[in-house]
């Protein structure tokens, strides 16, 4: 079951939250693979044990589509957002969460491969949102020979569940970067304000599952 939800929302205090995602995969319209993303941000903290007993075959069936992808248990990493278009509330195995974005799998992607199977591969979301990271707190990147920067907007415990907020400092000797890529901590002296550019953002997970976001210059 759906309802209406407002337009626009603002959220704080977001830091080391705990969320789910459920991802609604079906063709697109090109004959490519796309997926409606449904997020429990601003609903409720993605309760493990309803996290844990959700069936994503028996999901697929009750909204109709061939494939549904549980993307969870998650914390953000940013302080606040700003959503400034949300859609509509459902209901997943008694676990609200709202839709937020629009994701284009590129061909060659497999879901199926398991956690973590997938990683440092750029995919394009739609959306129109803006994380704020406040001045003063730890921001994790990722730096690209090409001159690029992918901000951590997550981390994850769907492959590693005892990782942490605080071990992500030393997060850079665990991960396998592509040759020539750096991971990088510091703390800014200013807001850190991140945003799609035309509605698209660029994002890319590392092996254990963690989210970056491009960050647009």
Known sequence: MSQTTPTAAHLGDLRDVRYGEILLISPGDDGSLEAAVYNT????????DRWRALDPQS????????????????FWLFDELSAFVVGEVATFGGIEARRVAKVRIPAGLELAHGPGKEAYV??????DTEYRFLAGRPVHSLLTPDGKTYVMQAYSQIVDPGQTIGSLAGLGE???????????VDTPTEDLLMRPVAGEAHVLQDELENTYMLLAH
């Not at 941000?41 to 493990?48: H, K, R």
């Open 59 to 74: 999901l697929a069936q009750q909204f109709a589509v061939p494939v549904v992808y549980l993307n969870g248990p998650r």
């Open 41 to 48: 941000i601003g609903l409720n903290d993605c309760p493990l």
């Open 122 to 127: 750029d995919i394009v979301v739609e959306r």
């Open 174 to 184: 665990r991960l396998s970067l592509p040759q020539g890529w750096r991971y990088q």
